[in-house]
């Protein structure tokens, strides 16, 4: 029977993130697994897209300041939920490969997703999850969130 021992849980603080944090702490009860939980932080992907884009000094970004919210953030999050001495990563980057580069990097066996996170839920799946299960290197389970 198939155990998971090692989970990577993606937390976006949308309002899915409650959700998917409560799933990951009920499957890492019943298999006795570690978590680990990863936020990333997707600033800098407009301007990466945007070749001739220069931006003005009122919107150039402090990459150090934003990872240390995101780690504040990540924090409180988990403090709220008793997890916080939980190993946590966040990470500047695209949030499908970045999950899926951390994913391999801990040898996780289990990604826990949103479904669907701050992009809506327009589609079926939202993209982040769509393109985390078509690249992850282990099980992913996708969280639904209601709608
Ligand atoms: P979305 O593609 O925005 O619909 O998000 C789907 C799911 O991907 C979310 O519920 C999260 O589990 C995960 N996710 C999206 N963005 C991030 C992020 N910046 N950091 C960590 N996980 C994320």
Redesign the pocket.
């Known amino acids: 029977m198939v155990s998971y021992k090692r989970l990577l ?4 603080f ?1 309002p ?2 409650e959700t ?1 944090a409560r799933r990951a702490v009920d499957v890492a009860q019943a298999y006795q697994a570690e978590l680990h939980w ?5 600033y800098l992907m407009p301007l990466g897209l945007a070749d001739d884009f220069t931006p003005t000094p009122a919107l150039m970004v402090d990459e150090k300041e934003l990872l240390e919210q995101g780690r504040q953030s990540l924090q409180r999050f988990l403090a709220k939920r008793d997890r916080a001495a939980d190993p946590q990563s966040v990470l500047p980057g695209v ?2 490969q ?2 899926v580069h951390l994913a391999r990097e801990l040898c996780s066996d289990l990604i ?9 839920l327009a589609r079926l ?6 393109t ?1 299960l078509n690249d992850a290197p282990c099980d992913v389970l996708a ?1 639904r ?1 209601a709608d």
């Not at 849980?9 to 976006?12: G, K, L, N, S």
């Not at 990863?38 to 997707?42: E, I, N, P, R």
């Not at 799946?125 to 769509?130: K, P």
């Open positions: 849980v993606a937390v976006d949308s899915a993130a998917v990863v936020h990333v932080v997707d949030p499908r970045e999950i826990v997703i949103g479904s669907h996170g701050r992009h809506g799946l939202g993209s982040t999850a769509r985390v969280v969130v």
